[in-house]
């Protein structure tokens, strides 16, 4: 077991406060037993675990155990930001399906008769518009109330704030931008534009880079955090407001890779074992523990979602309680060639012993491989096998880092080098003991397909695919895509989520986009 101790989250069970859910409105402040002030001028280190519930709320659904959630809905394990992720960006997505078919899962693992009825869509919506007005009441707390450390507690805030904004940027595309200046509003706040929300966001990351430290304690954000979000908003940037900004990505990638003092694992598996809190390659892990932080929502999902008794040794995965949910298809595995005669580590993580190769049918356990990337089990050392996941999920890390300076060389980008893009990428193969390519096979679809061999089942795939306008149309299929065996069409209307029709109720301001 991890050394909990250097966990954040721990610091939660000293704080007496209960949040609410603000997905029916966006003002409302924390229900507490104190007023926010008053909990800080009787004890100021209690804003440690107040940052920490806000660091929480990615990785967990609740703050009293797996069975509660910060927002609405039937299932809180459901809710999770994290679980909300992987549904929408690998699901809907070519490398990824599930099999479950319940309320909603089934049009994302399809890509087909998405509605903003779906509740999926409405758990990573209202799960933004949690954590942006916690952080921003408590960042307004912090203006009156004198803590410990407090210029760097405010930067962190802003941060998880940015952070959960950049996904309604990626997701939904616009929403209602709240901040200090508007919090505690009488009236429904207007609509913000993608790129409004954009401005915001870049803004926010650039106020704080220079006040973040250069290293932080684990779970928390640091400086290289800050500037791999810049990175990624950058990266997007063409996607999200209509103007390219490859130089920026490149420039702020670089200085991920160049001052952030990280280097890839030795090892590729030991990213996504139960003991990845030692990686040198992880730059922002949301934490999981067995113990202190179930959740069904965090790597959990991952773990358990993945394996099955029909099939599998679940032990052999650090798992007591395997739910048969999750395979990968070919668009992934055939990525790699023969599984196996391949010498890439890569290759060798998904099961094959009693799954066809082909998915005829999406529901059918058998068909596809359940990818068994993410490991409930230490990778040194004797770990016990659980019904929760303690591995901590790898939000951002430096092997996404070198792949996005290569594609920003590629693309055109100035002040990087194809001879410094084509060492990173093979760095990364070496890595996973594949052979190195040449200058001439770094290609843009190779650096989309080595995005995939590298970052599958971590929450990137759904935008790389719309960044290489592959995600929608039909000039890139996939099994299942348009809820066909083969793939088919899918309008660019997909290219965005729908607006949930419960966000669409509370504020008239809201509206749908185009195509539902």
């Known amino acids: 077991m991890k050394n909990i101790n250097k966990k954040v ?49 990615f990785a967990l659904s609740g703050p009293s155990g797996p069975d509660s959630s910060d927002i609405s809905g039937p299932n809180a394990g459901e809710t999770a930001f994290l679980r909300g992720i992987i549904n929408l960006q690998d699901f809907t997505a070519d490398g990824m399906k599930n099999r479950w078919g319940d309320d909603g899962l089934d049009q994302l693992t399809t890509a ?13 919506y209202d799960r933004v518009y949690y954590i942006v007005p916690q952080t921003t009441n408590i960042i307004l707390a912090l203006e009156t109330v004198d803590v410990p450390n407090e210029a760097q507690v405010t930067s962190e805030l802003r941060f998880i704030r940015a952070l959960a904004y950049y996904y309604m940027i990626d997701c939904f595309g616009k929403g209602v931008l709240v901040n ?37 304690g684990y779970g928390r954000a640091n400086k290289a955090v800050v500037r791999m979000l810049l ?6 940037a063409e996607v999200y407001t209509g103007t390219a900004r490859w130089n920026d990505a490149l420039s702020y990638t670089s200085k991920v890779i160049t001052e952030g003092n990280y280097t890839l694992a030795q090892n590729f598996v030991s990213n996504f074992s139960g003991d990845n809190n030692t990686s040198t390659e992880i730059i922002f892990p ?34 007591t309680d395997a739910w048969t949910g999750h395979r990968a298809t070919k668009a992934w595995y055939s990525l790699f060639g023969n599984l196996a005669t391949s010498t890439d580590d890569r290759a060798k993580l998904f099961w094959t012993t009693g799954h066809t190769y082909e998915m005829t049918d999406y529901k059918e356990w058998s068909n596809g491989y359940p990818a068994v990337k993410f490991r409930n089990k230490n990778f040194t050392g ?24 290569a594609e920003c060389v590629k693309r055109g980008a100035s002040g990087g080098s194809d001879s410094q893009a084509l ?28 995005r995939a061999r590298e970052l599958n089942l971590e929450g990137h795939r759904r935008t790389d695919l719309i960044r290489f306008n592959k995600f929608t149309g039909g000039s890139y299929l996939w099994p299942w895509k348009g809820n066909t065996v083969n793939g088919t ?15 669409l109720q509370s504020n008239l301001n809201l509206t749908q986009n185009p195509g539902y």
């Not at 999902?301 to 099939?311: A, D, I, P, Q």
């Not at 929760?388 to 890390?397: E, I, L, Q």
């Not at 060492?423 to 080595?450: C, K, M, P, W």
């Open 382 to 405: 004797t770990s016990i096998s659980t019904s929760f996941s303690g591995t901590d999920f790898p939000m951002f890390r430096l092997a996404d880092a070198y792949l996005m300076y």
């Open 423 to 450: 060492d990173y990428v093979n760095q990364i193969r070496t890595r996973a003991h594949t052979s190195t390519i040449t200058s001439g096979e770094l290609t843009l679809n190779f650096i989309l397909d080595e």
């Open 180 to 216: 200090e200046s508007n919090f505690g509003s009488t009236v429904p706040l207007t609509e913000s534009s993608r790129t409004e929300l954009f401005t915001y966001v870049e803004q926010e990351l650039l106020a704080i880079e220079g006040d973040m430290p250069a290293t932080n």
């Open 489 to 503: 069409s899918i309008p660019d209307t997909y290219k965005l989520f729908p607006i949930p029709a419960t966000a």
């Open 286 to 319: 949301l934490i999981a523990d067995a113990v202190v932080s179930q959740s069904y929502g965090n790597t959990t999902y991952l773990v358990n979602g993945s394996t099955s008794t029909e099939t599998m040794n679940i032990n052999d995965f650090g798992t």
């Open 112 to 124: 087909s008769n998405w509605d903003p009825n779906n509740k999926f869509f409405r758990y990573l």
């Open 231 to 236: 990175a990624k908003l950058y990266l997007n």
């Open 9 to 57: 989250i721990l610091a939660l069970s000293t704080i007496v406060l209960l949040f609410s859910s603000c997905a029916d409105d966006l003002d409302t402040k924390p229900k507490v037993e104190l007023s926010l002030e008053n909990l800080l001028i009787k004890d100021p280190n209690a804003i440690q675990g107040l940052l920490s519930k806000m660091y929480g709320t």
